[in-house]
């Protein structure tokens, strides 16, 4: 994966990754400007798996020009994702499971085209969520006792 043009960071606390799979994304082209300049927002995304094809849903990727944007347009669409069937299969039987869900962690450039890493997630329980805080606080004490020193 390249430099993410935007990524959902709180995915990453929220949700403990168990799988990470990579897809292709509809987008208009004046969605592909905006996303090129690093606008828009993750936070909230997830996928879903609807008669044999995978939408993202509560993205929200902002108008290019906002006075030049259709009447018609909508920031937080539901785009459809572009996925092999066996990949669609595996997402399918993963989200049919209790427990898991599938987020949006980050969308990037690869050559030409724009890609959304998505992920298997289970939901982190509240005093997972505080060990993660705890362990993030003494590595930062750390770090500020060595650049003392």
């Not at 920031?75 to 209790?98: C, G, M, V």
């Amino acid at each position: 994966m390249s430099t993410p043009l935007i990524q959902n960071k709180k995915a990453y606390f929220n949700y403990e990754i168990l799988e990470r799979f990579s897809a292709g994304i509809e987008l208009t082209g004046a969605e592909v400007k905006t996303l090129r300049q690093s606008r828009g927002s993750l936070e909230g995304a997830y996928i879903t798996v609807r008669g044999g094809e995978a939408f993202l849903i509560n993205s929200e990727i902002p108008p290019y020009q906002v006075k030049n944007t259709p009447e018609d347009y909508e920031p937080r669409r539901n785009r459809k994702l572009l996925l092999t069937k066996s990949e669609l299969n595996q997402l399918a039987n993963f989200e049919e499971q209790r427990g898991l869900t599938i987020v949006a962690l980050a969308m990037y450039n690869n050559k030409r085209k724009i890609k959304l890493e998505l992920a298997v997630a289970r939901g982190k329980k509240s005093f997972d969520k505080r060990e993660t805080i705890k362990k993030r606080e003494s590595d930062r004490d750390i770090q500020r006792t060595l650049i003392r020193d």
